[in-house]
Every structure is written in C-alpha cells, then in structure tokens.
C-alpha cells in the first residue's frame, strides 16, 4: 500500500508513530546511472493487534517493510557514537505527488521536511525518494 499525504498521519498513528521501532535492516537496489530502490524493514507495535498481557503492553509487534522508490538522496548512520537503530524518538513521513521524505531521526520537537538537509543533532537518517509503499506482517 502506498503511502500519500492524505493517508500519511494514519499509517503514522497505526504504528504510534515507530516510536522505539527497531531498524531491522536496510537494502539499496541502485541502477548505474539511475536513481535507487531503498527498502527498510522495521519493527513497530501495531494498534490494530491489541494484546492481553499483565505487562505495560497493550499492542503486539509487527514487521513493516518499507520501500522507496526512485530514492535520489539517502543517509544511514550506524556507529558507537550514533546507534540509531532504535527509533527512540519515532519516525516522521511527508508525502506530496512527486517526493516522499521518510526521516527515521526526526528529533524530540516539531518536525518539517525541510530539516533532514540540515547540520545538526537530528535527520542523520533519511530517504527521499518519489514514493514509498509498504507492507505490514504480523509477528506472533
């Protein structure tokens, strides 16, 4: 299923916006001399798998698999000083007919696209591409 700007918060809402999501990997498919095909596969809490447990809880995991197409910027950091794969402060989409953002740092405050260009503590981990899609499974 695509993601687009009218569907966008939804797909944020169902998975609590990836906050504490897990990076489980990542894949790039780059054409020579073409743009590239960036596929992130996380793992998120899902609203729409509630679960029955005496822990703190409510919902149950799942595996999101996301996948930009026509990716012409990408950055993924992975080091001692900035272990990003944990989503410790979520991740934040923006979508229009021609670009898609997809930042998995977006910071604790307000978030605009715009800021995944900028030097500083947050977005140090992005994809912009023209759209993405994604695809959702369960895990049990």
């Given at each position: 299923m695509?993601?687009?700007?009218?569907?966008?918060?939804?797909?944020?809402?169902?998975?609590?916006?990836?906050y504490d999501?897990?990076?489980?990997?990542?894949?790039?498919?780059?054409?020579?001399?073409?743009?590239?095909?960036?596929?992130v596969?996380?793992?998120?809490?899902?609203?729409?798998?509630?679960?029955?447990?005496?822990?703190?809880r409510?919902?149950?995991?799942?595996?999101?698999?996301?996948?930009?197409?026509k990716?012409?910027?990408?950055?993924?950091l992975?080091?001692?000083k900035y272990?990003n794969?944990?989503?410790?402060?979520?991740?934040a989409?923006?979508?229009?007919?021609?670009?898609?953002?997809?930042?998995?740092?977006?910071g604790?405050d307000?978030?605009?696209?715009?800021?995944?260009?900028?030097?500083?503590?947050y977005?140090k981990?992005?994809?912009?591409?023209?759209?993405c899609?994604?695809?959702?499974?369960n895990?049990?």
């Amino acid at each position: 299923m695509q993601i687009t700007a009218e569907n966008a918060p939804a797909f944020l809402d169902r998975f609590i916006t990836f906050y504490d999501g897990v990076i489980l990997g990542v894949s790039i498919q780059a054409a020579p001399g073409g743009l590239a095909t960036v596929r992130v596969d996380l793992q998120a809490m899902d609203r729409t798998e509630p679960v029955q447990r005496s822990d703190a809880r409510q919902y149950g995991w799942c595996h999101v698999q996301l996948t930009v197409y026509k990716a012409h910027e990408y950055r993924f950091l992975e080091s001692r000083k900035y272990p990003n794969r944990v989503l410790s402060d979520g991740m934040a989409v923006a979508a229009s007919p021609t670009e898609f953002v997809l930042d998995l740092d977006p910071g604790p405050d307000e978030w605009s696209p715009t800021q995944v260009h900028l030097d500083g503590e947050y977005s140090k981990q992005y994809v912009l591409g023209e759209r993405c899609d994604y695809e959702v499974t369960n895990i049990r």
